[in-house]
Protein backbone atom coordinates (compact mmCIF):
# COMPACT_ATOMS: atom_id res chain seq x y z
CA UNK A 1 0.00 0.00 0.00
CA UNK A 2 1.52 3.48 -1.09
CA UNK A 3 0.49 6.28 0.39
CA UNK A 4 -0.92 7.56 -2.42
CA UNK A 5 -4.54 9.00 -1.75
CA UNK A 6 -7.27 7.78 -4.66
CA UNK A 7 -8.36 11.08 -6.78
CA UNK A 8 -11.75 12.77 -5.73
CA UNK A 9 -14.43 11.79 -8.02
CA UNK A 10 -15.73 15.06 -10.05
CA UNK A 11 -19.36 14.72 -10.14
CA UNK A 12 -19.81 17.67 -12.37
CA UNK A 13 -17.98 15.86 -15.42
CA UNK A 14 -21.74 13.93 -15.73
CA UNK A 15 -23.19 14.92 -18.75
CA UNK A 16 -22.86 12.00 -21.45
CA UNK A 17 -24.72 10.16 -23.71
CA UNK A 18 -27.92 11.68 -22.99
CA UNK A 19 -27.95 10.82 -18.97
CA UNK A 20 -26.40 11.69 -15.78
CA UNK A 21 -23.22 9.43 -14.77
CA UNK A 22 -20.91 9.58 -11.62
CA UNK A 23 -17.89 8.42 -13.23
CA UNK A 24 -15.84 6.18 -10.68
CA UNK A 25 -12.87 5.99 -13.36
CA UNK A 26 -10.67 8.11 -10.93
CA UNK A 27 -10.26 5.68 -8.08
CA UNK A 28 -8.65 3.16 -10.68
CA UNK A 29 -5.51 4.52 -9.14
CA UNK A 30 -6.30 3.66 -5.87
CA UNK A 31 -4.29 1.08 -4.11
CA UNK A 32 -5.78 -1.48 -1.52
CA UNK A 33 -4.70 -4.51 1.17
CA UNK A 34 -6.18 -7.12 2.91
CA UNK A 35 -6.71 -5.65 5.89
CA UNK A 36 -8.11 -7.27 9.97
CA UNK A 37 -11.46 -6.59 11.56
CA UNK A 38 -10.84 -5.34 15.19
CA UNK A 39 -9.76 -7.71 17.05
CA UNK A 40 -12.50 -6.56 19.60
CA UNK A 41 -15.39 -5.63 17.49
CA UNK A 42 -17.65 -4.96 20.27
CA UNK A 43 -21.70 -5.77 20.02
CA UNK A 44 -21.69 -3.12 17.15
CA UNK A 45 -24.26 -5.65 14.60
CA UNK A 46 -25.08 -7.95 17.14
CA UNK A 47 -26.96 -9.70 13.80
CA UNK A 48 -23.40 -9.79 12.06
CA UNK A 49 -21.14 -10.27 14.35
CA UNK A 50 -22.91 -12.82 16.77
CA UNK A 51 -20.80 -13.58 19.91
CA UNK A 52 -18.34 -16.65 18.78
CA UNK A 53 -15.08 -16.69 19.82
CA UNK A 54 -14.51 -18.72 16.64
CA UNK A 55 -16.03 -15.70 14.13
CA UNK A 56 -13.25 -14.24 11.73
CA UNK A 57 -13.63 -11.15 11.31
CA UNK A 58 -10.92 -10.55 8.79
CA UNK A 59 -12.10 -7.99 6.24
CA UNK A 60 -10.56 -9.38 2.82
CA UNK A 61 -11.77 -8.77 -1.15
CA UNK A 62 -14.30 -11.31 -0.29
CA UNK A 63 -16.31 -9.83 2.32
CA UNK A 64 -16.12 -6.72 0.45
CA UNK A 65 -17.94 -7.99 -2.11
CA UNK A 66 -20.39 -10.15 -0.18
CA UNK A 67 -20.88 -7.03 1.85
CA UNK A 68 -22.31 -5.22 -1.05
CA UNK A 69 -24.38 -8.34 -2.81
CA UNK A 70 -26.19 -8.04 0.53
CA UNK A 71 -26.64 -4.16 0.46
CA UNK A 72 -28.57 -4.65 -3.26
CA UNK A 73 -30.45 -7.61 -2.11
CA UNK A 74 -31.40 -5.39 0.72
CA UNK A 75 -32.32 -2.20 -1.59
CA UNK A 76 -34.70 -4.75 -3.52
CA UNK A 77 -36.38 -5.51 -0.31
CA UNK A 78 -36.83 -2.00 0.53
CA UNK A 79 -38.01 -0.98 -3.34
CA UNK A 80 -40.66 -4.14 -2.86
CA UNK A 81 -42.07 -2.21 0.08
CA UNK A 82 -41.73 0.75 -1.30
CA UNK A 83 -44.31 -0.02 -4.87
CA UNK A 84 -47.01 -0.38 -2.14
CA UNK A 85 -46.84 3.44 -2.13
CA UNK A 86 -46.78 4.40 -5.92
CA UNK A 87 -48.36 4.13 -8.81
CA UNK A 88 -47.85 5.53 -12.37
CA UNK A 89 -44.17 6.29 -14.16
CA UNK A 90 -42.66 6.54 -9.87
CA UNK A 91 -44.05 2.73 -10.08
CA UNK A 92 -42.46 2.13 -13.00
CA UNK A 93 -39.08 3.70 -12.21
CA UNK A 94 -39.41 1.20 -9.04
CA UNK A 95 -39.67 -1.99 -10.65
CA UNK A 96 -37.11 -0.92 -12.85
CA UNK A 97 -34.95 -0.50 -10.38
CA UNK A 98 -35.47 -3.58 -8.77
CA UNK A 99 -34.56 -5.19 -11.68
CA UNK A 100 -30.91 -3.38 -12.16
CA UNK A 101 -30.67 -3.88 -8.68
CA UNK A 102 -31.43 -7.80 -8.90
CA UNK A 103 -28.80 -7.99 -11.74
CA UNK A 104 -26.09 -6.05 -9.74
CA UNK A 105 -26.74 -8.51 -7.14
CA UNK A 106 -26.17 -11.47 -9.60
CA UNK A 107 -23.09 -9.71 -10.65
CA UNK A 108 -21.25 -9.07 -7.31
CA UNK A 109 -22.20 -12.95 -6.70
CA UNK A 110 -20.28 -13.83 -9.63
CA UNK A 111 -17.19 -11.76 -8.41
CA UNK A 112 -17.27 -13.41 -4.88
CA UNK A 113 -17.07 -16.69 -6.59
CA UNK A 114 -13.94 -15.37 -8.45
CA UNK A 115 -12.18 -14.68 -5.44
CA UNK A 116 -12.99 -18.09 -3.69
CA UNK A 117 -15.73 -16.53 -1.52
CA UNK A 118 -19.26 -18.01 -1.65
CA UNK A 119 -22.09 -15.52 -2.73
CA UNK A 120 -24.18 -13.80 0.03
CA UNK A 121 -27.71 -14.31 -1.55
CA UNK A 122 -30.01 -12.67 0.63
CA UNK A 123 -30.56 -9.22 2.43
CA UNK A 124 -28.15 -7.49 5.13
CA UNK A 125 -29.95 -8.76 8.85
CA UNK A 126 -28.18 -5.39 10.29
CA UNK A 127 -29.77 -3.14 7.97
CA UNK A 128 -32.65 -4.80 7.80
CA UNK A 129 -33.34 -4.28 11.37
CA UNK A 130 -32.08 -1.33 11.94
CA UNK A 131 -33.06 0.52 8.61
CA UNK A 132 -35.60 -1.43 6.70
CA UNK A 133 -38.22 -2.16 9.38
CA UNK A 134 -38.09 1.43 11.09
CA UNK A 135 -38.53 2.80 7.65
CA UNK A 136 -41.45 0.77 6.64
CA UNK A 137 -43.32 0.82 9.97
CA UNK A 138 -42.95 4.73 9.09
CA UNK A 139 -44.08 4.42 5.85
CA UNK A 140 -47.55 2.41 7.04
CA UNK A 141 -48.29 4.79 9.28
CA UNK A 142 -47.64 7.86 7.06
CA UNK A 143 -49.44 11.31 6.47
CA UNK A 144 -47.91 11.10 2.55
CA UNK A 145 -47.07 7.27 1.96
CA UNK A 146 -45.86 8.40 -1.69
CA UNK A 147 -44.10 11.81 -0.69
CA UNK A 148 -42.04 8.91 1.97
CA UNK A 149 -41.93 6.32 -0.25
CA UNK A 150 -39.83 8.56 -3.39
CA UNK A 151 -37.60 10.10 0.16
CA UNK A 152 -36.99 6.27 0.99
CA UNK A 153 -36.44 5.51 -2.40
CA UNK A 154 -33.62 8.48 -3.26
CA UNK A 155 -32.07 7.95 -0.13
CA UNK A 156 -31.46 3.86 -0.98
CA UNK A 157 -30.32 4.98 -4.70
CA UNK A 158 -27.47 7.39 -3.17
CA UNK A 159 -26.32 5.07 -0.37
CA UNK A 160 -25.98 2.49 -2.71
CA UNK A 161 -23.93 4.58 -5.16
CA UNK A 162 -21.64 6.36 -2.52
CA UNK A 163 -20.85 2.31 -1.10
CA UNK A 164 -18.93 1.60 -4.38
CA UNK A 165 -17.71 4.64 -4.70
CA UNK A 166 -16.27 4.30 -0.95
CA UNK A 167 -15.21 0.34 -1.28
CA UNK A 168 -14.05 0.22 -4.63
CA UNK A 169 -10.73 1.54 -3.60
CA UNK A 170 -10.79 -0.99 -0.52
CA UNK A 171 -10.46 -4.08 -2.49
CA UNK A 172 -6.92 -5.42 -2.49
CA UNK A 173 -7.05 -7.44 -5.90
CA UNK A 174 -7.13 -4.36 -8.74
CA UNK A 175 -9.10 -6.95 -11.50
CA UNK A 176 -12.15 -6.56 -9.31
CA UNK A 177 -12.45 -2.64 -9.68
CA UNK A 178 -13.26 -2.49 -13.18
CA UNK A 179 -16.44 -4.53 -12.83
CA UNK A 180 -17.14 -2.61 -9.31
CA UNK A 181 -16.94 0.87 -10.83
CA UNK A 182 -19.46 -0.37 -13.90
CA UNK A 183 -21.86 -0.97 -11.52
CA UNK A 184 -21.37 1.92 -9.11
CA UNK A 185 -21.34 4.31 -12.12
CA UNK A 186 -24.97 2.44 -13.08
CA UNK A 187 -25.71 2.99 -9.56
CA UNK A 188 -24.74 7.02 -9.65
CA UNK A 189 -27.01 6.77 -12.80
CA UNK A 190 -30.08 5.57 -11.20
CA UNK A 191 -29.21 7.74 -8.51
CA UNK A 192 -29.27 11.01 -10.37
CA UNK A 193 -32.65 9.42 -12.44
CA UNK A 194 -34.33 9.19 -8.99
CA UNK A 195 -33.36 12.94 -7.72
CA UNK A 196 -34.70 14.40 -11.31
CA UNK A 197 -37.71 12.09 -10.95
CA UNK A 198 -38.82 13.46 -7.73
CA UNK A 199 -37.72 16.80 -8.19
CA UNK A 200 -36.91 18.20 -11.61
CA UNK A 201 -35.42 21.54 -10.23
CA UNK A 202 -32.78 19.15 -7.76
CA UNK A 203 -29.76 19.70 -10.41
CA UNK A 204 -27.49 20.51 -7.83
CA UNK A 205 -26.99 22.51 -4.68
CA UNK A 206 -25.04 25.12 -5.92
CA UNK A 207 -27.43 26.50 -8.18
CA UNK A 208 -30.26 26.67 -5.58
CA UNK A 209 -33.28 26.02 -7.78
CA UNK A 210 -35.14 23.36 -5.13
CA UNK A 211 -37.53 24.68 -2.27
CA UNK A 212 -36.42 24.07 0.94
CA UNK A 213 -38.18 21.51 2.94
CA UNK A 214 -38.43 19.93 6.05
CA UNK A 215 -37.40 16.84 4.20
CA UNK A 216 -33.88 15.90 2.26
CA UNK A 217 -33.56 17.28 -0.90
CA UNK A 218 -31.89 14.49 -3.53
CA UNK A 219 -30.14 16.36 -5.99
CA UNK A 220 -29.24 14.85 -9.27
CA UNK A 221 -25.30 16.18 -8.43
CA UNK A 222 -25.18 16.52 -4.66
CA UNK A 223 -21.56 17.30 -4.27
CA UNK A 224 -18.24 17.92 -6.82
CA UNK A 225 -16.84 14.71 -5.71
CA UNK A 226 -19.87 12.48 -4.85
CA UNK A 227 -21.64 12.03 -1.47
CA UNK A 228 -20.05 9.97 1.28
CA UNK A 229 -21.28 11.28 4.40
CA UNK A 230 -24.38 9.80 6.42
CA UNK A 231 -27.81 10.16 5.03
CA UNK A 232 -30.81 11.12 7.06
CA UNK A 233 -34.42 10.58 6.17
CA UNK A 234 -37.35 11.61 8.20
CA UNK A 235 -40.59 9.83 7.35
CA UNK A 236 -43.49 9.38 8.32
CA UNK A 237 -46.55 11.31 10.18
CA UNK A 238 -45.98 13.89 13.09
CA UNK A 239 -46.07 12.44 16.82
CA UNK A 240 -47.66 14.73 19.15
CA UNK A 241 -44.31 17.29 19.40
CA UNK A 242 -44.42 17.30 15.67
CA UNK A 243 -41.10 15.14 15.52
CA UNK A 244 -41.29 12.67 12.52
CA UNK A 245 -39.18 9.35 12.55
CA UNK A 246 -35.54 9.41 10.97
CA UNK A 247 -33.23 6.78 9.63
CA UNK A 248 -29.61 7.77 8.96
CA UNK A 249 -27.99 5.36 5.94
CA UNK A 250 -24.32 5.18 5.74
CA UNK A 251 -21.79 3.34 3.26
CA UNK A 252 -20.63 -0.02 4.83
CA UNK A 253 -18.83 -0.64 7.90
CA UNK A 254 -17.85 -3.07 10.46
CA UNK A 255 -21.42 -3.41 12.03
CA UNK A 256 -22.75 -4.15 8.69
CA UNK A 257 -19.88 -6.51 6.48
CA UNK A 258 -20.91 -9.68 5.79
CA UNK A 259 -17.88 -12.10 7.33
CA UNK A 260 -16.96 -15.02 5.50
CA UNK A 261 -18.41 -17.14 8.55
CA UNK A 262 -21.46 -15.60 8.20
CA UNK A 263 -24.18 -17.50 6.21
CA UNK A 264 -28.20 -16.33 5.10
Excluded: W
Amino acid sequence: MTSKQPTPLNRRELIRNGGIALSLGAVLAACGSERSGPTNPGKIGVELLPEEESLDTTVDDAVILRTLQSLEYTTVAMHRILTGSLSGDALALAEDLIESHERHADEVGELVTQVGGTPFECSNPFMMERIVTPLSNALAGSDDPTRDALEIANGFETVVAASYQAMVEQVSDGSLRPALMTIGNESARQSSVVALATNPDAIAPELGTADESEFPIFYAIPAPFGQLTGITLVVGAPDAEGARASVTLQTPAENTFVYSGLSC
